[in-house]
């Protein structure tokens, strides 16, 4: 129990900012049109893509001699630039669809 | 000024980028720069993140960064370069399952580096559980949308079994933070008890809800990602997980709504559950089918004053976007009042059919929402439902006893005339027979949407 408050206390920066990023998520969808759920989930799907970066700080930390540590993080780097990539390319082309529109 | 290079700052751009692009993606107009924007801010996450580690770093770790990053590229670029827009909701799934599976990779080299740091093991595993879960959650959904897997695939009893086995996989990992394991083989027997369990959970899930699933799952790897956030103390990572973590659980939300139906009833619900098993006896409904053909119905649409085009997963299928833009172009170009209604949920995901007819051009005042349209039916002579099946069927309104019951559909039966386009007389996504079918001002058209559309062009052309 003193270890779970210790944490709190230790990491109340951070469970402010997942408070806020909580209602700011809520927030931004709330108003958007049918037509763009779609495209927003794919955009959304984009952004966790954001997790590659913890690929890249894992394989950064890596020891050398450790293979194995050294290929899942290698497979990790890569799946997440395959969500990162794709996502992004993907909500583009969707999106490239309502840009001749007035 | 030194701090204006810093990684924190950039995290910090990044992390704006990420609330602003979303909030661009919601407003057509500003969509496309949006995802651009937070594409910008996410490059910069990452080269500011390889070239500004602290600390030394082997030449050789670098080489394999970067080409995990460049075969990741370009493999990404290609998938979504190249597949058909009407596989696009699949392809979100697959890329979606990446992230999940990229994060249950972190949690599993970490495990190692954090034993004994409670707290820090509890973020890990749950990373793990998430990401996996995610992962291969997003591997059935993506093949039952591909058709690979297009029947729900029950277990007996799945439901009591999928909770039995959440809550043991749970507990495996309360015991294993409680003890302070640094067994590697409990490691990984919850990895692949997260994998099974992922899929299990979807196995079950009809495909008409996979849009559901799908954005569950999105919200499911944001929340992965930023797990990783917390264990790092990386706030890029945090703010985007938890972002798309919390966005993806409202845009869930929001779909379920127009199903009418709760989280809880999709995912426990056995969406269909009685029809499926007895697929052979089609015959619930009892009556005729009425046949017609093209050029009839190429009449009738030449002397009506209003029609309504009713499109479903069917269009998508046939590829026939482009044409029915034609046939809708060359029935206004006579003078009569053409309009597309549009189901939030026909397709395989919610706007799936915006998506479709905007690729064609079809003009944005064309495109009736459900809401809207309603109402209208009972003075439109003729409605064209193109592919579409359980958007349109009335044991929503009137049959206590149906799955759907209780789904909000577009009132076609309220039209002077339907006509319905379909392959063949199998029910829909749902599973369930359609009595609109065999209603009285209804007429089946059967063939490919593509071809019977084009057709419909010829003949009202030749008129």
């Known amino acids: 129990m003193t270890e779970f408050i210790e944490f709190i206390s230790n990491n109340l920066q951070m469970i402010y900012i997942v408070i806020l990023m909580i209602f700011v998520g809520v927030e931004i969808i709330g108003h958007v049109p049918a037509v763009l759920h779609t495209p927003l989930m794919s955009g959304a799907n984009a952004i966790h893509g954001v997790v590659i970066i913890g690929a890249i700080l894992v394989l950064l930390g890596a020891d050398a001699d450790n293979i194995l540590a050294q290929a899942l993080g290698f497979v990790a780097v890569l799946l997440g630039t395959l969500n990162v990539v794709g996502g992004f390319v993907v909500t583009d082309r969707m999106l490239e669809m309502f840009k001749k529109k007035k | ?463």
């Open chain 2, 1 to 463: 000024m030194e701090y204006i290079f810093s990684l924190e700052f950039i995290y910090l751009i990044a992390s704006i980028t990420y609330i602003l692009g979303l909030k661009m993606l919601g407003h057509p107009e500003t969509a496309r720069r949006g995802n651009l924007i937070a594409a910008g801010g996410m490059t910069l996450a990452i080269f500011g993140t390889i070239f500004l580690h602290q600390g030394e770093v082997l030449t050789q770790t670098y080489l394999l960064i970067g080409s995990a990053i460049l075969i990741g590229t370009i493999v990404g670029w290609a998938i979504a370069k190249k597949v058909a827009m009407t596989k696009m909701p699949e392809l979100v799934s697959l890329f979606n399952g990446m992230g999940g599976a990229s994060a249950a990779l972190i949690g599993l080299i970490e495990f190692n580096h954090y034993i004994g740091d409670t707290m820090s093991i509890v973020t890990i595993l749950a990373g793990i559980i998430i990401g996996s879960v995610s992962f291969s959650g997003s591997m059935i959904a993506w093949a039952k949308l591909n058709g690979t897997l297009n029947k729900p695939l029950r277990l007996p009893k799945y439901n009591l079994l999928n909770n039995v086995i959440f809550i043991v996989l749970v507990a495996f990992a309360a015991y294993m933070t409680y003890i302070g394991t640094d067994s590697q083989l409990y490691l990984y027997i919850l990895f692949f008890g997260a994998l099974a369990y992922g899929i299990l959970f979807v196995l079950p899930i009809g495909g008409a809800d996979m849009p559901v699933v799908i954005s569950l799952l999105n919200s499911f790897t944001g929340l992965a990602a930023a797990l990783g956030g917390f264990l790092y103390g990386n706030m890029v990572m945090l703010t985007g997980g938890i972002l798309v973590g919390s966005a993806g659980t409202i845009l869930t939300f929001a779909m379920c709504d127009a199903m009418n139906r709760s989280l809880f009833n999709v995912i426990f619900g056995g969406f269909g559950d009685t029809d499926v098993s007895t697929e052979g006896s089609t015959s619930s409904v009892k009556g005729s089918i009425k046949k017609t053909t093209a050029s009839d119905v190429a009449i009738l649409m030449n002397y009506s004053q209003r029609i309504i085009f009713v499109p479903g997963y069917g269009l998508a299928v046939a590829q026939a976007q482009h044409a029915i833009h034609e046939l809708e172009q060359l029935l206004v170009g006579k003078g009569i009042e053409v309009k597309y209604a549009i189901h939030p949920v026909a397709g395989r995901m919610p706007g799936h059919m915006n998506v479709l007819l905007a690729e064609t051009n079809v003009d944005y005042d064309k495109l009736a929402e459900m809401e809207d349209v309603n109402p209208e039916f009972s003075n439109t002579d003729v409605v064209f439902v193109v592919g579409a099946n359980d958007v349109v069927n009335p044991a929503a309104h009137n049959d206590p006893s149906s799955p759907i019951y209780g789904m909000p559909i577009l009132d076609v039966e309220n039209a002077k005339q339907i006509i319905v386009n379909k392959r063949s007389m199998k029910p829909g996504y749902a599973g369930i027979e359609n009595e609109l079918f065999f209603n009285q001002k209804t007429s089946m058209l059967f063939g490919d949407a593509k071809t019977v559309i084009q057709s419909l062009i010829t003949e009202i052309k030749g008129m």
